[in-house]
């Protein structure tokens, strides 16, 4: 689809901006949203950036009775040199395609999407904030849209993209206590774990609302087969620190591949720190913190993007990690990214795009 086709609607009535010095996640949206629609003919079309609005749909719609939907995740930034910048975009369209493919829905021109994107956030730029530790996060989302109740693909789907001025993700201070969950399960091989749709979040709330009763901030999973090793965090993927090496739980299926957590693993062998993606089992996990063999843990991802752990809890027993705060691996990392994304230092991997 030629970007030359995209509508760029004219009048647009503008909110009054939030204040970006107390942001809550998720919940103020900027004046224009991106929208297109899959026909039965299978083309994209009606491809238009529009003021943002609440959809009309129907009762009967496929994602809401058969959880036809995937999302992404991304952010925008204000540089130091005032520019707007974005890290490896490309990257979750192309993973929202791999989705796609997993959820029997069509894949979006990546091209032609990104370009939308670019003109989206320079007509709302003004919802970017320009406050450290700040950003506009961006959500791509796609929908079966057939108004059919019946066990089936959609035939017609609505790819939309809006926006949100955010600041952190976690508001915890001194690290994130998380549990081991070895009750439930998010996902196991073959299934949808690898993809980024909502019922794999849906599946994970009740698991999620337990642990906030006992105190934690959220769920370590644990796999579907064995209830042993450790896969990754509601939010995040999951890093442990063996005094000079990271590991992290191997990408085997279940586990969604986390474009912050590949950036981890790239930016930590550039700087000479040894990584090792394998199994990791949950009773040596808390053998290792207890013996002083892990001593950092952090998960990774867009919204967290570099969190501490602080505590993990594990069959009624918390297991404690050192301060993660400074000199550290994990600070050591947060900082290298995040000077990335916010244009303090050189890209070395070719991996933010500037408007």
């Known amino acids: ?13 503008k909110k009054e901006l939030p204040d970006f ?21 299978k083309v994209w079309v009606e491809a238009k ?7 009309e749909v129907s009762p009967a719609m496929t994602c809401l009775h058969y959880s036809q939907e995937i999302f992404e995740g991304l952010k925008a930034y204000y540089r130091e040199d005032g520019k707007i910048g974005l890290f490896r975009p490309s990257d979750n369209f192309l993973r929202m395609n791999n989705s796609a493919e997993r959820m029997c829905m069509p894949k979006i021109d990546v091209e032609f999407c990104l370009n ?6 320079q007509l709302e730029k003004r919802w970017i904030p320009n406050l ?12 079966g849209t057939d108004a059919m109740i019946g066990h089936k693909a959609s035939n017609d789907y609505l790819f939309y993209i809006i926006l949100s001025p955010v600041g952190a993700y976690y508001q915890t201070k ?20 690898e993809a980024k749709t909502g019922g ?18 959220q769920v370590l999973w644990l796999d579907g087969v064995h209830r042993k090793y450790a896969e990754e965090v509601g939010t995040m993927n999951i890093f442990f620190v063996y005094k000079d090496k990271l590991k992290t739980p191997a990408l085997t299926g279940s586990i969604l591949p986390g474009i912050t957590r590949k950036s981890v693993i790239t930016l930590a062998k550039h700087l000479g720190i040894e990584v090792e993606e394998c199994s990791l089992d949950i009773n040596e996990i808390v053998s290792d913190i207890e013996s002083g063999k892990i001593t950092e843990c952090f998960g990774s991802g867009t919204a967290v993007v570099i969190s501490p752990v602080s505590v993990i809890g594990y069959k009624g027993k918390d297991y404690t990690l050192k301060s993660q705060l400074s000199e550290g691996l994990t600070e050591k990392i947060y900082k290298e990214l995040t000077d990335i994304q916010y244009g303090k230092t050189i890209d070395p991997f070719g991996w933010t795009v500037i408007l």
Do not use: H, W
Request: charged share 20%.
């Open 1 to 13: 689809m030629d970007t030359t086709n995209l509508q760029i609607q004219d009048k647009i009535t």
């Open 21 to 41: 010095s107390n942001l809550i996640f998720g919940k103020n949206y900027s004046d224009r949203m991106m929208t297109m629609s899959y026909s039965s003919e």
């Open 49 to 55: 950036i529009e003021q943002f609005k609440n959809f």
């Open 116 to 121: 939308a994107l670019y003109k989206l956030i």
């Open 132 to 143: 450290s530790n700040s950003s506009l996060y961006i959500r791509p989302t796609m929908i």
């Open 174 to 193: 001194g690290g994130l206590r998380i549990i081991a969950e070895d009750k439930y399960v998010r996902a196991v091989c073959g299934g949808t774990g």
């Open 200 to 217: 794999n979040y849906a599946a994970s709330l009740l698991a999620n609302k337990e642990a906030q009763i006992k105190g934690y901030s």
